[in-house]
């Protein structure tokens, strides 16, 4: 293990994060009593830091911000709450709570993730507490959804492979369980677990995969089942690519070294596809992911946070260095990678039949946010499916909704439901917009430099009118828009890009690979809404008139000179 990691007063230099980690006595901190203090709705920067690793990142509503600062008033402050699912998998039961602890404790809506997770938004402090202990009732948990550990271990539901994704869904839960913190500070915190008192070497024993200060920064794993890539894969810290020959799993392919992060402005700091390195048995993914995540725990950045993520691990030292690492850690040598093939990173719409016999329904839900609104009771309608459902739901990695493992003799009532409270599978949108993602940005994301959710919709109300000009509503495009560089919906992976810059401003990329598989680039800096229009308007209007057979709009922009492609085992900044 490196003196980096150790902390040792002789260390090398490290951040004051690291610092907040090793006082916090396995992430307990100042918790307990800070959320006891009733004279304000926020917490210490260090316990906030802490909370990360507890499933919650404390905000404030940034629309009220000016008006509460005139009247000498604190900021809004107020908690998002992570619940993890491994693989997005939960039961109506669970779909039941999460609808009733919004409504009690947060803002009234559900916000389903880009890595099937849920989010709630406008939690108070005082309510923190009742909201996780509810989750953890129903048996799921927000304990590392944050934070810099693993996170929600990813899975495409591919539910028309049902017997293959209910193996892989094993394993994927499986690695999500080995990965957990071991820290009892959770449990003692939120859910009135008994207080325990280790020596310090009882106290080591508590994080065996972690140690005393965790990860340099959070971690992410996915899982593939090609060929469909809705997890992008490459977009992982860790993924795995399921093989399957002759309708059975054989194993997995292992990539490493994704990651979607960067700092505008900041050519040290980039977004990375991950590379394939190898193949391994069911059996042995949870031995590759266990010695990842300590070889980066070893070796990962903790001076520079910016740098901390473990594809810089991979590109600083290089991917034969990490291979070496990898086989002498696990006593045996990853074999070579087996063929695959992926099609795409979208979800399929509307009901299909698994191979179970069950059906399953893809929803499309706007960025994901699970709300009534006056003339669509999105929230209600599916409530009342649960109600009745005796399948599972599954969040997708593009924000959607599948209602999943339906018998044939419920159908016909979810159908029903369906109908009746007009839930879609966006068979009335462009496929744009099925295509669409966008992170939550403002009002309450703290990183946010501009509008993402409340904004996409009405600019692809411009949009589609292009498309339906061209003869291309039907034609599937990804395009994805976040309120800052950090990543949350991948926009360096989609076809068209758009990434906060300022208020009203973004920068605008093209060229993304349709299946996932090749970054995007840089076409235009800090355009407003005008010159984004401007823009795509010809373009639009080409790729329609000179597009080859079966060429994707990421394809064409390349080719037809918009943008350089971004070769393999390119830096997105090159």
């Known amino acids: 293990m490196s003196d980096n990691n150790l902390l040792s007063p002789n260390s090398a230099p490290h951040s004051d994060v690291e610092d907040i980690k090793r006082r916090s006595n396995y992430l307990r901190g100042s918790l307990t009593e800070t959320l006891e203090d009733r004279i304000t709705g926020s917490i210490p920067e260090d316990d906030n830091r802490l909370m990360k690793f507890h499933g919650s990142y404390m905000q404030d509503d940034r629309d009220l911000r000016n008006e509460r600062h005139k009247q000498k008033l604190e900021p809004a402050f107020q908690f998002m709450l992570r619940v993890r699912a491994a693989g997005g998998v939960v039961t109506p039961e669970q779909w039941l709570m999460m609808d009733r602890v919004a409504q009690q404790y947060a803002n009234g809506t559900i916000r389903l993730t880009t890595r099937q997770s849920f989010q709630l938004h406008g939690v108070l402090k005082w309510n923190l507490k009742s909201t996780i202990q509810e989750v953890n009732e129903s048996l799921l948990s927000t304990l590392a959804a944050c934070g810099d550990v693993n996170r929600n271990v990813m899975l495409n539901p591919n539910p028309y492979q049902s017997e293959i994704h209910s193996e892989v869904y094993e394993w994927a839960r499986k690695v999500s369980d080995h990965l957990d913190p071991r820290s009892r500070a959770y449990h003692e915190i939120w859910l009135d677990g008994e207080k325990v008192v280790d020596s310090r070497e009882e106290a080591e024993e508590q994080e065996p995969i972690y140690g005393p200060v965790y990860l340099p920064r959070k971690f992410k794993i996915g899982m593939a089942i090609p060929p469909s890539n809705d997890v992008d894969v490459y977009s992982q810290d860790l993924g795995y690519i399921a093989i399957v020959e002759e309708g059975k799993l054989v194993g997995f392919n292992i990539s490493v070294g994704g990651g979607m992060g960067m700092s505008h402005g900041d050519p040290l700091t980039y977004p990375q596809v991950a590379k394939v390195i190898g193949f391994c048995k069911p059996e042995q993914i949870i031995d590759v992911a266990e010695k990842t995540v300590m070889i980066q725990r070893d070796y990962g950045d903790r001076a520079v946070r ?239 008139a000179e597009r080859e057979q079966g060429e994707h709009f990421g394809d064409y922009v390349i080719r037809a000179g918009y943008v350089k492609e971004v070769l393999d085992g390119q830096q997105f900044h090159a």
Not at 366 to 388: N, W
Not at 389 to 398: C, K, P, S, V
């Open 306 to 544: 910016k740098h901390a993520r473990f594809k810089y691990t991979i590109d600083d030292r290089g991917v034969d260095w990490f291979i070496d690492e990898l086989n002498a850690r696990l006593g045996w040598n990853l074999e070579e990678s087996r063929s695959f093939h992926f099609d795409d990173n979208g979800d399929r719409y509307g009901w299909v039949k698994g191979t179970n016999g069950k059906w399953h329904f893809t929803m499309f839900i706007q960025s994901g946010r699970v709300k009534d609104d006056a003339d669509y009771l999105l929230m209600t309608g599916l409530r009342e499916i649960a109600k009745i459902h005796t399948g599972d739901f599954r969040l997708t990695a593009n924000q959607n909704l599948i209602i999943s493992n339906v018998t044939s003799h419920k159908k016909k009532k979810v159908e029903e439901l369906i109908k009746r409270y007009g839930l879609t599978d966006g068979i009335h949108y462009s496929a744009l917009r099925r295509n669409s993602m966008a992170c939550v940005s403002l009002p309450t994301c703290g990183l946010a430099m501009a509008e993402s959710e409340r904004y996409l919709p009405s600019l692809l109300d411009k949009i589609e009118p292009m498309l339906e000009e061209n003869g291309l509503r039907e034609e599937d495009i990804v395009i994805r828009m976040t309120g800052c560089p950090n990543g949350c919906a991948r926009p360096m992976l989609a076809e068209i890009a758009f990434i906060g810059k300022a208020p009203g401003k973004y920068n605008m990329y093209l060229g993304g690979g349709f299946s996932g598989n090749r970054l995007n680039k840089l076409f235009k800096e800090n355009i407003g809404e005008h010159e984004i229009l401007d823009s795509l308007r010809p373009m639009i209007s080409r790729y329609a």
